[in-house]
T-cell receptor, first 114, second 115 residues
Framework: GEDVEQSLFLSVREGDSSVINCTYT??????LYWYKQEPGAGLQLLTY?????DMKQDQRLTVLLNKKDKHLSLRIADTQTGDSAIYFC??????????????FGSGTQLTVLP | SAVISQKPSRDICQRGTSLTIQCQVD?????MFWYRQQPGQSLTLIAT?????????ESGFVIDKFPISRPNLTFSTLTVSNMSPEDSSIYLC????????????FGPGTRLTVL
């Protein structure tokens, strides 16, 4: 079965880098995603990585994928107070006979301290 | 990307009543989904809303409790029927675009409180 795990909390100082980690179990994942959820808001897609890539960079965001260990990370450079939010990783799988769907991790609450 | 709106944004309902949530997308999309996010929890997929046919429900969710309509490629509704306090959650619709990454974009959610 599919299972996506994240640590629940992370605190960093403003200006430092944040690294949010995620592990998944389904080796058939095609894409892996990072979403951001601010208080009282829906989910904002931040970035995604194709399963045959090992790194993707997009401005302050760097995604690293270790497919052998089924480990995904999101690094936020120069973290700002506006980055405080819950970050969800998600894997895209296609269960046998079913349409492709997302399985979400529990979310990591990132708190940026001044 | 896709711009998604949901109505209502929030509601407080009495036990035993039903609420219908609407989801509108600014472009035609094939895949639309409904998720539930219970307080302090992650997202759980309720069902895939199929245009022109019955929705496909995930384990633990049934059509009698969560009837879904998908009359066209830009609109869907989710009804939460015979509500109880355990149904208090955020309900989110999402759409999958036809882009390279098969990205899913989410609506702002409907925050439901059942008394």
């Amino acid at each position: 079965g599919e299972d996506v795990e994240q640590s629940l909390f992370l605190s960093v100082r403003e200006g430092d880098s944040s690294v949010i980690n995620c592990t998944y179990t389904d080796s058939s994942s095609t894409y892996l995603y990072w979403y951001k959820q601010e208080p009282g808001a829906g989910l904002q897609l931040l970035t995604y990585i194709f399963s045959n890539m090992d790194m993707k960079q997009d401005q302050r965001l760097t995604v690293l994928l270790n497919k052998k260990d089924k480990h995904l990370s999101l690094r936020i450079a120069d973290t700002q107070t506006g980055d405080s939010a819950i970050y969800f990783c998600a894997e895209s799988i296609a269960p046998s006979g079913s349409a492709r769907q997302l399985t979400f991790g529990s979310g990591t609450q990132l708190t940026v301290l001044p | 990307s896709a711009v998604i709106s949901q109505k209502p944004s929030r509601d407080i309902c009495q036990r035993g009543t039903s609420l219908t949530i609407q989801c509108q997308v600014d472009s035609q999309v094939t895949m639309m989904f409904w998720y539930r996010q219970q307080p302090g929890q992650s997202l759980t997929l309720i069902a895939t809303a199929n245009q022109g046919s019955e929705a496909t429900y995930e384990s633990g969710f049934v059509i009698d409790k969560f009837p879904i309509s998908r009359p066209n490629l830009t609109f869907s509704t989710l009804t939460v029927s015979n509500m109880s306090p355990e149904d208090s959650s955020i309900y989110l619709c999402s759409v999958e675009t036809a882009g390279v990454g098969n990205e899913q974009f989410f609506g702002p959610g409907t925050r439901l409180t059942v008394l």
